[in-house]
């Protein structure tokens, strides 16, 4: 049964930098595309970041510059470093993965969720 565990949100201060790590399980990171997607209140779900079997990243303007996708294939484990973090950024972090090997922000080309973590940005 293939399992992903998120961790490392947390409260911090705009400004502030947080790592996201999600721990995969029950199947073999390095054949799958992996991303990030987030829901705010009152908001729909967005992607993030995402990143594909062969290292190639994507991510969305809004966190351009600030947030880093990257992996752990040894690790089975996918972190999303999120730098000079702004109250915009607070929400449910998820991660996701999907067969299809490339990167992408799109949610309905992911299989596997992870139950999220919080992420709050005070100003």
């Known amino acids: 049964q293939v399992q992903l565990v998120e961790s490392g949100g947390g409260s911090v201060e705009t400004g502030g930098s947080l790592r996201l790590s999600c721990a995969g399980f029950?199947?073999?990171?390095?054949?799958?595309?992996l991303a990030w997607f987030r829901r705010a209140p009152g908001k729909e779900r967005e992607g993030v970041a995402g990143i594909g079997h062969d290292g190639m990243t994507i991510y969305a303007d809004s966190v351009k510059g600030r947030f880093t996708i990257s992996k752990d294939n040894a690790k089975n484990t996918l972190y999303l470093q999120m730098n000079s973090l702004i109250s915009e950024d607070t929400a449910m972090y998820y991660c996701?993965?999907?067969?299809?090997?490339?990167?992408?922000?799109?949610?309905?080309?992911?299989?596997?969720w992870g139950q999220g973590t919080q992420v709050s940005v005070s100003s």
């Open positions: 996701a993965a999907g067969p299809y090997g490339v990167p992408s922000l799109r949610d309905d080309e992911y299989v596997y």
């Open positions: 029950g199947y073999v990171y390095s054949q799958y595309s």
